[in-house]
């Protein structure tokens, strides 16, 4: 195996076709709990993952065992958006944007937050796949929607500065075209616009 990244929460290996996704111990969380903090975080992942694969692409899991805290899934051979978009033409970068902002749709009308959508997670191949859902969750709760969107406008805005507008202009353009509630929604994710930009000048 070949250990191609490392978070704060887990390790990634590459073995042969297939990712290992492997959560490692905290030394500062007491022995018990945190077996417990990463079987359970373990087994939602993967129930994520598959509940997501009948709404968009996304790696498939191939096998996940709470015990040796693993989550093995189809190796996705395609490249991040991330390396992507900056030599993208303006028609085919709005277009990519705009299937991204559908996708996330699709996930939060099914209430699947994925809490790190950023350029990163997203693999271009023969479609787009959203990759590691490992801060991801279920709520029906629109400000979890609101925020959900609103850290793809900051990552977008972070690491893709130079065409930031174009980019989230068409996210909001798919997302709108599929979101259920979406006046709510934009409503509420003003409203977490706000909260962070009144936090930015404390």
Do not use: W
Request: hydrophobic fraction near 35%.
């Amino acid at each position: 195996m070949k250990k191609i990244s490392q978070g704060a929460e887990a390790v990634i290996y590459l073995d042969g076709d297939r990712i290992i996704k492997e959560r490692t111990s905290k030394s500062y969380r007491h022995p018990e709990l945190d077996l417990k903090i990463r079987k359970k975080t373990t087994r939602f992942e993967a129930r994520l993952l598959e509940r997501a694969a009948a709404l968009i692409p996304v790696p498939r899991i191939l096998k996940s065992c709470d015990k040796s805290m693993r989550i093995e899934m189809e190796h996705i051979q395609g490249t991040k958006l991330r390396d992507l978009v900056k030599g993208m033409a303006p028609d085919q970068r709005t277009d990519i944007f705009e299937r991204i902002g559908k996708k996330l749709a699709r996930l939060h009308n099914a209430d699947i937050i994925h809490g790190d959508l950023t350029t990163s997670n997203i693999i271009l191949k023969d479609k787009l796949y959203f990759i590691d859902f490992g801060l991801g969750f279920i709520s029906p709760k629109i400000e979890d929607k609101a925020v959900d969107l609103h850290l793809l406008k900051q990552a977008l805005a972070s690491k893709h500065h130079e065409c930031f507008d174009e980019c989230f202009s068409a996210a909001m353009k798919g997302y709108s075209s599929e979101a259920k509630d979406f006046k709510k929604l934009h409503e509420r994710f003003k409203k977490v616009e706000s909260r962070g930009r009144y936090k930015a000048k404390q």
